[in-house]
């Protein structure tokens, strides 16, 4: 891909926690971080000059994660905390929320209404991924971050919940994946919206 030539990133990479669902999936990379500094150098390099990254990411690695953004250029400008109405885990605290960060490659403008950086967690059920992402949660930010017809990059783009979320919001959506069978299942997604979305 052409340096400079993506509007806006949406990415939920694997969190660094060893990650493995009730029923024993894991996610891949979860277990290792060495992908972290190459792929936020990479993503900084393809984004256009004044434009946005969201990067979910886990907590309990937000030391390496900012490390990786920081190196490769990137300013936090901005945290969205997703409240969910359940626990996902208990240990010393209930897990009830996810989180992201707002990134931001030079100086892009400031939006009209800015979206509220507390938001409410929508629950897929994992049917399609471990850990799928709701189009509710994505859709919000694409209008928000990224031009319509613009090009919305997801580098981790698991079942592919961004990818049709940016087709549904008029958007262009480019995603990769390593893991075959979740390519797949975002390639039947894509390529069946409207029915399978
Ligand atoms: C947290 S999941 C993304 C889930 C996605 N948001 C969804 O709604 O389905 C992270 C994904 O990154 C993928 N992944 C891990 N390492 C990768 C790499 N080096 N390149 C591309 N994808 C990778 C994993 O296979 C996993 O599907």
């Known amino acids: 891909m052409a340096s400079g030539s993506v509007d806006f990133i949406l990415t939920d990479p694997p969190y660094l926690c060893r990650y493995k669902s009730r029923s024993g ?23 256009k000059p004044d434009s946005f990254c969201v ?48 990134l931001a490659k030079g100086r892009p403008a400031l939006p009209a209404s800015p979206l509220p950086d507390v938001m409410d967690w929508h629950y ?26 613009g090009i919305v990059l997801d580098p981790f783009c698991g079942s ?17 994946e390593l893991d075959e069978r979740h390519q797949a299942t975002a390639a039947f997604r894509v390529n069946t919206l409207g029915v399978a979305a």
Request: hydrophobic content about 40%; some cysteine; proline content about 3%.
């Open 55 to 102: 990067s979910f990411y886990g907590w309990n690695a937000a030391d390496k994660f900012i490390a990786a953004w920081r190196k490769a250029g990137f300013q936090m400008v901005g945290h969205i905390v997703f409240r969910k109405s359940y626990a996902s885990a208990s240990r010393f605290l209930e897990s009830r929320h996810e989180q992201a960060y707002l």
């Open 124 to 149: 897929t059920g994992n049917r399609l991924h471990p850990t799928q992402k709701s189009i509710n949660n994505l859709r919000p930010l694409i209008h928000a971050f990224c031009r319509e017809g």
């Open 25 to 47: 999936q894991t996610i891949a990379n979860d277990d290792r971080d060495g992908w972290l500094e190459p792929a936020f150098a990479e993503m900084y390099q393809l984004l």
């Open 160 to 176: 592919g919940s961004t990818l049709v979320a940016a087709r549904g919001a008029g958007r262009v959506g480019i995603g990769i």
